[in-house]
Each structure stands twice: as C-alpha cells, then as structure tokens.
C-alpha cells in the first residue's frame, strides 16, 4: 500500500460513502489529504509520513501492550502481543485493585492475530483472568519481554438498562428546554425550581422519565450566544438555571438569611414576554450571585462539600482554570440538579431526568482552550448534503482529532460523559454517529469541501458502557439521518436506546410507518428542537415564520404548503389504519394531536415521550436549523405557566400512562 494511502487509513481519513440518494461518492486526493493538514501532517514530507504509519502500525506489535487495554468484565479476557520465539514462557500478571495475581503460560494461550515484521512473526495472545468489575484497574504484566504496564478497561457487555429486565412497563416521559419554564418567581429563564415542580406534577400523573436540553455552560460575558448545542464548556453548567430562591440547603442557614434579607432579591423577575431577554436576565442573576458569593464568603471554613467538590472537579477536569466565585456557582447548579433527580426518584420515576449531550463545544470556549491539542487545526463539525441541505452544513464545531483523543487514556471523553451523567438517571447523546465518525467541513484554496473521518469506536463505545453501570445511567443514542450499520448493530448489542422522531418514520412511498414498525430500543417522539411543534406544523406556522424573517421566497413558501398539504394528507391516511377514521385536514390540531399520541403510546418502543411544548400548543419552533441572527433561537418562553398545563392536560397525559403500561 502506498504510505499516503495507509496514513490515511491509519487516521481514519475516509476514502468513500453513500448519499442519502444512493449516489456512491469516493473522497478525491485533495479533500484527504486537506483533512490529514487540518491533523497538523505535512501529507509531501514522506519521511514523516513512513515515520507516521510505523507509529500507528508497527509499534503496537513490539510492546505486549499498549497504553489502555480493553477486556471483557463476564470472563477478563484481554489480548497482549509478544514475538512468536515467546510463545511458550510464563507472563506475571497483576491487578492490584482487584487482588489479582496469576501467572499465565503463554503456549496455553489462544493466538487471534498476528503481523510480520523485520522477519520477526508477532502473534496476538487472548488471555483471561476470569469475571472482573467493571471499572478503569492499573494492570502490570511481566516477562523475559520486560515490565509493561496499562490501564485494563474491565467492559460489559451491555450498558446499563433496566428495561432489559423481564416485566419493565413501558415509561412515558416529557421532553422540554428548560429555559423556556414560565413561572412568576423566576428571573425570565425557567430554572431548577420550575424543574421540581414539573418533576411533582409528571410524577403524580405517571410519568418515568423528563427529557432535558443540554444544561450546558454557555457565555456569561456574551449571554446573547443562547444556544444549548453550541455551548462554552460541555462539562459546566450554565448558572443561569439556578435557583435563587432555593439555597438554604446549600449554603447554610446564616447565609441564607442575610442573603434573604437583600432588598433587590426580588426585582427582575419577569414573568410576561414571549421571548427569554438573555442579556438583562444574565445581568441581573449575574449581580445576586456576586451578592450571595459575597454573603457566603464571610464564614466558608467549615465548609467541606464546596472544597470536596472543587477538589474532584479539578481533578477530572485538568486543573480547569475558574475563579472560586465561577466554582461556587457550579457547586451551586450540581447541587440543584443533584436534588432534582433525588426528588425525581423519590417520587417513583424509573429514570428520572435524562440530560443531553451536545456533539460538540465552540471554538472561542473554554473547553476548546483547555483541550486544544485534542482538536484540529481548520476542520469543523457538520453534515454531507440530504434533502434538507443540498449543500451540506457546517455547524461551525471543531473538529475533534482522532487519535489526539486516545491521549491520557482518553481522559478527554471520560470526562465529557461522566460530567453529564452525574445526578441524572439517563444520557442522550446528540448525533451519536460521532462515536464512529464524523462529517468534517474544511476549506481548500476559498472551496468548501468535507469527508467522513473515523473515530475510535471501540474505545469510545467502551467508556459509554462503564460509565452507566458506574453512574447507573441509561444510554440513548440520537440515530436520526445516514447511520452506519455497524453503529445500529453496535448500539442495539449495547443495549443503546435509539431515537425516533415521527415526522421522519416513514417508508418507501412516503407514507408513515405504522405504529407497529416503530424500534422497540428507542426513545419515540413526534419532534424535538429542531423541527416545528406539531400544533405550527398542522397549521403550517413555521413556513409562515420563515416566510415573515425572509428565510424563504414567496414561491418557496408556497411549494411548500402544497408538500405539507401532501404530509397531512397522509397523516390522516395514517390515523385511520390506526382505526381514528372521522378527522379531516380542517379537523382542530389539538384532536389530531391527541390521537398520534394515543397511537404512539401503544407502539413497541419502551421509550415514548410527549414535548412540553406540544402539551402547551406551542406554534413558533424554538429552533429553525440554518439560522442564527434571522430567527431568535432558542429564546421562545412557553404560553402558560408548569401548573396551568398539567392542570389542563392531567387527563390526557393520564391515559397516554394506561395504555403505555397495560
């Protein structure tokens, strides 16, 4: 194989793919070795690229092992490599941790592989140590080879998942944006406490799980840059979620008291507005919690879950570089979302809340900063052409190097996830294709190009296994759009939940799946963030909206209203198959509603949620992808406030939960 050619492969540098329309599409030389620059490789130094491909290739073979070693938790099974002329000696093996050590003839063991090198054969020896833990074990294995030491990853089979267990009910549960709660207490941003009350009135009626947006932290100096996915630091939260009028817990009595006796703690609060201000809301929590840190700081030296806190978090986190006062306010959010889910559970939900991982951080946040060496120099994050975008997008996220990401036994994403799985009972990863690969964007000479770059998927794949039976936390993998197969294999083997949105479960014609055909394994739902509440899409309000800002010409517009016409039409097709035969395409959007939901709430996937916003008849989107300033994203408030909509929706949402676990 020609050097450039097995770099690339060695990097996981795509070569081909298939378009949503079937079109085979092969990676030209100059979009591959564009991406190997945006990994920092001079792709005309061949020195450096045989230098390269030795590294990535040959080197593995010469040392037993490496620096991080999978194996399997049921039996311990783990693969070292030494040369043929050892294949029959004894190797020592320790595993401190878990009081283990054993002496392992090599000629007993199983060979399943093997690479020639320097008229040396090298050979793959499968050796197993018996059940072990699941967990992270500092392993030492000796012989004549040497000493070579490395972190074992002790892997399940599958991640955690209670739904796997015989005789689970199926779980209805709520999606929502958190800041977009309306209550008449809270500063203009729905926080911690909207959340409790949410939690009360779901759980009374039934309800398994809710479904947040990602609590990302965001940018305190520039609040006017609100979007959850494209977040600072995804290992934060944003502060502005908590809740000041409920601390006492937290930062003691003596605290609490003076802090309450602040004459400005109830201005700003805004109820009315359609629209979240963040800049005035920011501001004005922003100037409470300068106060209560000032309050709070003037007796700290008992205080050891604070000190506890930061320690841990550092330690995780890599020396992150926040100020105390930045530190108080993340014990603070942890902290209210810790009580969350303990008020969830507390109150029978078998999940509880279920926090979302963005796929990516911004390039001028905190995260990048910290884990620069991890990123590429140039390449963003995006999506290859579809229907929706016929000239791909760039979602304007760096690009995360593949093999930078093993670095430090991967310390970088075990972060990530352990940091979103702390005080919830489940995780959603958005695009969780990026385990596998990712749609890179890169320009060449002023010309967009972009290809697929693969990720070290096994790896990946094994930290998500250990760290929900570490944080027993369910996983579920946000599938929409081009899936490798052999991710739906793997997240289906993994006991990985997908995700389904309705809108987009449709068959050969375009006629809706039946109810029937929906996954088992996956997280149901009508819509999410990105595509229009269901009461805006029946009365088409969303290509009224777009029509309004200018994002589509008349003559658009009108198409599609016709296409719409076509997509209600065949939702009424669908809805009689499903025995609801009396609706027309003039019947009230909240009787249409009603009856897919009563529908979906019978279908085979253990997961089915309702959104909040559907609850509330919301018609404007939160979210209109492909916009930034044309649209105010992610800033819509709901129409009503947590307790008027489940006092008004009570008995619907009580009968979704009969049919969900009869």
């Known amino acids: 194989m020609d050097g450039l050619q097995q770099l690339y492969y060695l990097h996981g540098i795509g070569y081909d793919y298939t378009k949503y329309d079937g079109e085979y599409v092969v990676f030209d030389e100059i979009t591959r070795q564009r991406a190997l620059a945006c990994c920092g490789i001079d792709t005309s130094d061949d020195n450096n690229i045989n230098s390269l491909n030795f590294e990535l290739d040959v080197a593995p073979w010469l040392k037993m092992l490496e620096e991080v070693t999978l194996a399997c938790s049921r039996e311990g099974k783990f693969v070292l490599r030494v040369p ?46 018996g059940k072990l833990p699941i967990g992270y074990f500092q392993m030492e294995v000796s012989s004549e080879l040497g000493s070579f030491c490395t972190e074992l990853w002790s892997t399940p089979e599958q991640c955690f998942n209670p739904y796997t267990r015989p005789c689970t009910a199926k779980s209805l549960g709520l999606s929502l944006q958190l800041y977009t709660l309306k209550s008449d207490r809270n500063y203009g941003i729905g926080d911690f406490t909207d959340l409790k009350s949410l939690i009360h009135e779901f759980a ?42 409920d601390l006492e817990s937290i930062v003691g009595k003596a605290c609490w008291e003076r802090f ?9 609060i805004d109820f009315e507005g359609e629209y979240l201000d963040y800049i005035s809301t920011s501001h004005r929590k922003y100037q409470l919690f300068e106060k209560l840190y000032e309050i709070w700081c003037l007796d700290v030296s008992n205080n050891v879950e604070f000190h506890n806190f930061v320690a841990d978090r550092k330690y995780e986190l890599d020396e992150l570089p926040l100020s105390q006062f930045e530190w108080f306010l993340q014990w603070l959010a942890y902290s209210q979302l810790n009580a969350c889910q303990k008020l969830a559970k507390d109150l029978g939900m078998l999940i509880g809340l279920v926090n979302d991982l963005a796929v990516g951080c911004t390039q001028e946040g905190l995260e990048y900063q910290t884990y620069q060496s991890s990123f590429t120099d140039g390449a963003n994050v995006g999506a290859p052409p579809d229907p929706w975008a016929e000239s791909g997008q760039n979602w304007g996220l760096p690009a995360p190097n593949p093999l930078k990401l093993k670095e430090h036994k991967f310390k970088y994403f075990k972060s990530l996830v352990r940091a979103n799985m702390r005080s919830v009972g489940a995780l959603r990863i958005d695009h969780v294709m990026a385990l596998r690969r990712l749609w890179w964007c890169f320009l060449e000479q002023g010309k967009e190009l972009g290809c697929y770059v693969y990720y070290p998927f096994e790896q990946l794949l094994a930290i998500l296994k250990i760290e929900s039976h570490l944080n027993c936390c369910v996983v579920i993998g946000e599938d929409l759009g081009v899936v490798p197969p052999e991710v739906t294999q793997s997240l289906d083997e993994s ?28 997280l149901t739902m009508v819509a999410n963030h990105d595509v229009p509440p269901f009461h805006g899409w029946w009365l088409g309000k969303d290509i009224e909206i777009k029509l309004a800002y200018g994002i589509l010409q008349k003559d658009q517009s009108e198409q599609l209203v016709r296409e719409r016409d076509i997509e209600k039409q065949r939702l009424l097709d669908w809805l009689r198959v499903h025995g609801k035969d009396e609706m027309t ?8 509603y009603k009856s897919v939901m ?45 307790t008027e909509i489940f006092a008004q929706q009570q008995g619907f949402i009580k009968l979704l939960n009969e049919i969900r676990k009869r």
Not at 260 to 268: I, K, R, V, Y
Request: a negative charge; aromatic letters at 8%; charged letters at 20%.
């Open 598 to 642: 009563e529908i979906l709430a019978g279908c085979p996937s253990q997961l089915v949620a309702i959104q909040l916003d559907d609850l509330d008849q919301q018609h404007i989107p939160v979210n209109i992808p492909g916009t930034n300033t044309e649209y105010p994203n992610w800033r819509r408030k709901l129409n009503h406030e947590v």
């Open 495 to 522: 006991a990985i939940f997908g995700n389904t949105l309705f809108y987009f479960e449709k068959n050969h014609d375009g006629a809706f799946k039946s109810s029937e055909q929906l996954r088992s394994s996956s």
């Open 84 to 129: 043929e002329s050892h294949r029959h000696t004894i190797a020592s093996v320790k595993l401190p941790e878990c009081d283990l050590h054993l002496n392992v003839d090599l000629a007993h063991c199983v060979e399943v592989g093997n690479y020639q090198h320097n008229n040396e054969n090298y050979i793959a020896l499968e050796i197993s140590l």
């Open 204 to 245: 009374n009626l039934g309800g398994d799980f809710v479904l947040l947006n990602p609590l990302h932290m965001l940018f305190p100096e520039q609040p006017e840059k609100a979007s959850p996915y494209s977040p600072s630091h995804r290992c934060l939260i944003n502060p502005l979620y908590i809740a000041l009028d």
């Open 260 to 268: 309450l006796a602040e004459p400005s703690l109830t201005l700003g």
């Open 585 to 592: 395409q003039h019947s009230d959007g909240e009787v249409i």
